[in-house]
């Protein structure tokens, strides 16, 4: 019977540095691995120009799907399981970028710049790309103690441990208040986002590991991309040049209780100069008499394209801006937005999957699908795997993935069906 090499033999024939000859990595990681092995998981490993990792994963996960971050272009890496984006780890616009386009991911490994600023930056942005069940680790965070690799105001050691408190002073509920600890505020301030996703927290020599909270799904059963199909449905809007699609109709809805505020916010809309030769603005709709829930389904009455709700105390300095949000919806394949309901604004600690309803935009002719079975948004909870699609910037502040607002299985179902907020 033939034995198949472990994970630190593996290592050791590429000579990178995780094997037992140097940081014994691999002695912690073939436990948290090995039942994955043959299985199409999905790797990310930021910092793959040297040291054989790369091929360390190749030879392991022998179904496994790769990507790699490095600041330098290293193509000769790539091949029909891998695929390696050039750039820096302390840029937030390519993390996001590059968790959008290749995750979600099975396994992040940070063996990148080593700074501590970096490492923390990484977690933040990349952490929210990790399936329910996954890991996301850091190595080598012995540079936490070495004055070269400072850069930032935390070491990464220390802000990890401020994770510890972040994780368990909410307990399951999630209701938790900080402490008035002069020394703990200062790391509750720059917290990463989603503490009430993480399940665990375990530190090694010279290696954090974070655990996403939720059921670990069968990395079998995961999402494969196809090769030239767009993973979401994109809306043509005519071009002014082309005019290759037709106009489409974009109508404003207010929830009303105040005249007065929807008289004033209405007049800066300005109406007759929202004008373009893709979109036509068709003018505003009142709702009265229903509550913040139920709002929501009012809105399928309108026979419009797409929906611009704003509430009466929403006042729109740029008008023209909206229509600029429309085309880069549908453009991007988004069916709705909104501005996070918690880890954004120090008012507002609720749940980032869900959008406030104080402003939003709709492409009716996809949600409709979704709300006209509205038992199906009533019964619409929070899961774990939606954590996945908050953006990093809701880290700002504290925040709980809670049910607090009843409004939130409207977002709740479109995600459940697939659709893109």
């Known amino acids: 019977m033939t034995t198949r090499p472990t994970l630190d033999e593996v290592a050791i024939q590429h000579g990178t540095d995780k094997s037992s ?9 073939e436990r948290l691995f090995e039942p994955w092995r043959d299985k199409p998981i999905r790797l990310l490993e930021i910092g793959v120009s040297g040291g054989g990792s790369l091929q360390l ?12 971050l490095d600041v330098k272009e290293c193509s000769s890496r ?7 984006f050039t750039g820096n780890q302390s840029d937030e616009v390519v993390l996001r970028e590059l968790g959008e386009s290749a995750g979600p991911f099975d396994i992040v490994i940070d063996d990148g710049s080593h700074f501590w600023d970096d490492q923390i930056t990484s977690f933040r942005c990349l952490f929210p790309f990790v399936s329910p069940g996954g890991y996301y ?5 012995h540079t936490s103690y070495w004055s070269r690799y400072k850069r930032g105001d935390l070491t990464t050691v220390t802000y990890f441990q401020g994770l510890v408190d972040e994780v368990n002073m909410r307990g399951r509920s999630g209701y938790g208040e900080p402490r008035n600890d002069p020394e703990y505020a200062s790391l509750a301030g720059a917290q990463a986002p989603l503490p009430a996703s993480i399940e665990s927290l375990t530190f090694y020599k010279s290696l954090i590991i974070a655990q996403k909270r939720g059921e670990s799904p069968s990395p079998a059963a995961l999402p494969q991309a196809s090769s030239g199909q767009e993973p979401y449905p994109k809306t043509a809007i005519a ?6 699609a037709a106009v489409q109709r974009v109508g404003i809805a207010t929830r009303s209780m105040n005249p007065r505020l929807y008289e004033a916010s209405g007049a800066l809309l300005a109406f007759d100069r929202l004008k373009a030769k893709d979109l036509q603005v068709t003018g505003r709709v009142q709702f009265n008499g229903t509550d913040n829930f139920g709002y929501f389904r009012e809105l399928l009455k309108i026979d419009v394209d797409w929906v611009i709700s704003l509430d009466e105390d929403a006042f729109v300095l740029q008008p023209q801006l909206l229509l600029d949000l429309v085309r ?6 988004f069916a ?4 996070p309901d918690g880890g954004v604004v120090q008012i507002r ?3 980032p999957v869900a959008c406030n309803a104080f402003f939003n935009v709709f492409d009716l002719r996809r949600v409709r699908t979704v709300w006209q079975d509205w038992g199906c948004v009533v019964s619409a909870t929070h899961r774990p795997e939606y954590e996945k699609f908050v953006a990093p910037f809701a880290g700002r502040s504290l925040r709980a993935c809670d049910h607090f607002e009843r409004y939130y299985g409207v977002f709740f179902s479109l995600l459940h069906a697939g659709v893109r907020i």
């Open 57 to 68: 994963w190749q030879d392991y996960f022998s179904q496994g799907h790769f990507a790699g």
């Open 349 to 351: 600690r609720h749940n």
């Open 21 to 29: 000859r140097i940081h014994h990595y691999t002695r912690i990681y």
């Open 78 to 84: 790539v091949n029909e399981r891998t695929t390696i």
């Open 336 to 339: 709705a937005c909104g501005m």
């Open 137 to 141: 680790i850091v190595e080598d965070v």
């Open 239 to 244: 071009s002014e040049t082309t005019g290759a």
């Open 328 to 333: 880069y919806l549908a453009r991007n394949g």
